[in-house]
C-alpha cells in the first residue's frame, strides 16, 4: 500500500486512536463530557463546550439524520479520482454532534434533507475503516 500517494487516509494520534480502533470493530465512538454532559465529535482531550478534561468515549448509535450534501463530479487527488461520482454529505447524529461523512447505497435523486441515516463501514486500507452513512433500513453492504 502506497500512503504517500493516498490522501484519503488520516492522520491517527493519541486521542483518535481509540475512534479509529473501534471503527475497525464497526463501532461509532463519540465523546461524552463527565462535566457537562454534552457530547461531541471529532475526538479531543477536552470538551469543546466547558473545557474540562474529563472525557469518556461513548458507543453512538450509529443513527443520524441528512443535514446536507453535494454529489462530487471532479477530485484529481488519489484515489477520490476513482470514486467519482461521489456523494459528500454532513449529517446530525442522534446524540448532536455535526459529521462530515460520505454517502454510499443511494442514488442522490433519493436523497431529502432531513432523511434518516444509519451508519456503514468502510475498509479503505488494511489499517483504516471509515463511517460513513446509508439511508436506514438499508440491507445492501457498503461497497
Ligand atoms: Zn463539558
Partial sequence: ????NRHDL???E????PFWDAAKEHRFLIARCGSCERVHHYPR????YCWSEDVAWVEASGRATLY????VFMNDMPPFRDRLP???AVVDLEEGPRVMTNLVDV??????????????YQQI???VTVPVFRPAGSSAPAA
Fill in 1 to 4: 500500500m502506497v500512503s504517500e
Fill in 68 to 71: 446536507t450534501y453535494s454529489t
Fill in 125 to 127: 486500507s488494511p489499517d
Fill in 10 to 12: 488520516p492522520t491517527i
Fill in 45 to 48: 482531550p477536552f470538551c469543546p
Fill in 86 to 88: 461521489y456523494l459528500a
Fill in 107 to 120: 442514488d442522490s435523486s433519493d436523497l431529502e434533507i432531513g432523511m434518516p441515516l444509519e451508519v456503514a
Fill in 14 to 17: 493519541g486521542e483518535s486512536q
